[in-house]
């Protein structure tokens, strides 16, 4: 069973890779938007289920990556990939670094309360402000590209190209978690999620070790901004919004907290959820009403599903168990005839 769960990831890593051959440019498109959402799901999910930090401002590290590199590229030429790169991701963790030490002394709703209160004001600063073009938004001309010496090994502006630059950025991100959670760091997340106090009564200092996985978070969710705007080529500020900042946390939940897993299907059912009920193809004019069922499918996920998607297989294993019919027992054998007593010393023999 652990073997057929390390192919699963696998599997599905070749399968994304292979997709584009179907030539379908809308899917294509659509499984491009699925895989830049995974990265900003595992980047809560490195928050939500591995240190216990339930966060409402996340979406303002999704939108300062996307901004850096719609503001950071010239009007007239491509900008270098990788300090256009290093730039979006480092922008967003600079602003997790500042606000995760202020909003980290908090604790519970209050922490979620903060997280939420300086997400919105990096929302005002890009909506109010001609620095990202206010409320308009804000326009990427051009695609970075990367150049070794004059030579570049790949172009950005092919859709293919494109298409694999972000599944291998998936694929980073996941194996970079991975690893994470199997190190000594990712040990301590796990005991600080689950008894933070324990932890301290054990020598370990758990702000550090909260506040590094604040930032990681946030990179990664800036790099997933980043993909974003390269996909578009306009950003706006409503990446920065709050709801922006539910969507993803209702991935993580929907997908099952605490599995990389979960996180990618959660982000992968949310977004086709809403590509289904906006479909006027399917539903006609009620497509315009899409809210209403998809808010009604996510109460009926998280209803049937307590342990999310990630955790069906073994929910579906267990129902099996207990309807299956209890094993007959095996017939008992015939007790032996008892030996027939022996006669007392004295006694006549019969």
Known sequence: MKQTSKLIPLAVLLALAAFPLLGADYYTGLAVKLMIYAIFALSLQLLVGGAGLVSLGHAAYFGIGAYAAALLSPESEAAGLAWLLGAAVLGAAAYALVTGALALRTRGVYFIMVTLAFSQ????????????????????????????????????????????????????TWGFLAMLARSPFGAAL??????????????????????????????????????????DGFVTPELLAWEQSGLVLLMVILGGMGRLGGAVLGAAALILLQELFQSQAIFGDYAQHWH????????????????GL????????????????????PEAAPAPAPAPAMPLHGEPHA
Not at 130 to 142: A, V
């Open 292 to 307: 209403l069922p998809l808010g009604l499918s996510i109460i009926a996920l998280v209803a049937l599903l307590p342990d």
């Open 121 to 172: 004001m990096a929302y005002y600063v890009f909506h109010d402000t001609d620095l990202g073009g206010g409320s308009d938004g804000i326009y990427l001309y051009f695609r970075p590209q990367l150049s070794l010496g004059g030579w570049q090994p790949f172009d950005l502006d092919q859709p293919g190209v494109y298409y694999l630059f972000v599944l291998a950025c998936l694929a980073l």
């Open 190 to 231: 796990a005991g600080i999620r689950i008894n933070e106090q324990r932890m301290r009564a054990a020598g370990y200092s758990t702000f550090p070790y909260k506040l590094a996985a604040y930032v990681v978070g946030a990179a990664l969710a800036g790099l997933a901004g980043f993909l974003y705007a390269l996909k």
């Open 310 to 329: 990630a955790g069906l297989p073994a929910q579906w294993r267990a129902r099996r168990r207990a309807v299956a019919p209890p094993a007959e027992a």
